[in-house]
């Protein structure tokens, strides 16, 4: 199985030369870590910088740049800083290519739920609503299973949604899964983990064609 860099790194691998990238919360920033160094790709972060790098190494972190995360960061020469009103247009105007954010759950369908758990404190949804209604490409990254060891890919989310149907793909540290109008089809499986495994870990509709191959880092 994959730790929460490996998902990162798989994660990587979907960043093309060009893009303009929205990272979320969690295992999402580190995915700035892995991007190809012959390709270059603006990070975004909500509250307003365009233009991270990777995280900064310990003695050298800024306490005044942050993520959205409120995690230190470092940022590229010309990136930009500016305030959420101009964060936001970029978010709804659908300037950005590619958005990556973490889950609580996945519905077969590509709904999305990862912002509230009914009865526990939440500090707010965050810009996640607005990213997913805006979005054309969002990418999941989480945990197959919670920690309980039920299933984050279900037939119907159980949690209050964030967004519907908006989901396109989902790495977790089982597997890649797309998500089709038939369901989840599995793409790659993780390092030493069977395709029988990753059925027994997913509650919704697990689509299987052919020998699934093991994902490459």
């Known amino acids: 199985m994959l730790d929460k860099n490996g998902i990162a790194k798989r994660i990587a691998k979907e960043v093309k030369d060009g893009y303009y990238v929205n990272l979320g919360i969690g295992i999402p920033t580190l995915v700035a870590n892995f991007v190809r160094e012959d390709i270059e790709v603006e990070f975004q972060s909500e509250n307003g910088v365009l233009g991270m790098g990777p995280f900064p190494f310990e003695g050298e972190e800024d306490a005044d740049i942050i993520n959205a995360g409120k995690q230190t960061i470092t940022t590229l020469p010309g990136a930009s800083f500016f305030d959420s009103a101009m964060s936001f247009s970029m978010i709804r105007g659908q300037h950005v290519d590619l958005t990556i954010l973490g889950a609580m759950e996945v519905a077969e369908n ?20 607005d990213l997913v209604a805006s979005a054309e490409n969002i990418i999941v990254a989480m945990m197959h299973t919670n920690r309980a060891g039920a299933s984050k890919l279900l037939k119907r989310c159980s949690l209050p949604l964030t967004g519907v149907g908006c989901v396109k793909k989902i790495v ?3 597997a890649v899964v797309e998500i ?9 499986r993780a390092p030493g983990v069977s395709v029988e495994d990753i059925e027994n870990a997913t509650e919704g509709h697990l689509i299987i064609e052919g020998d699934i191959p093991e994902m490459e880092l």
């Open 110 to 129: 590509g709904d999305i739920a990862n912002w509230k758990i009914p009865g526990k404190m939440v500090k707010g949804m965050g810009g996640a609503m």
């Open 172 to 174: 977790t540290n089982m």
């Open 180 to 188: 089709t109008p038939e369901g989840f089809k599995l793409l790659e």
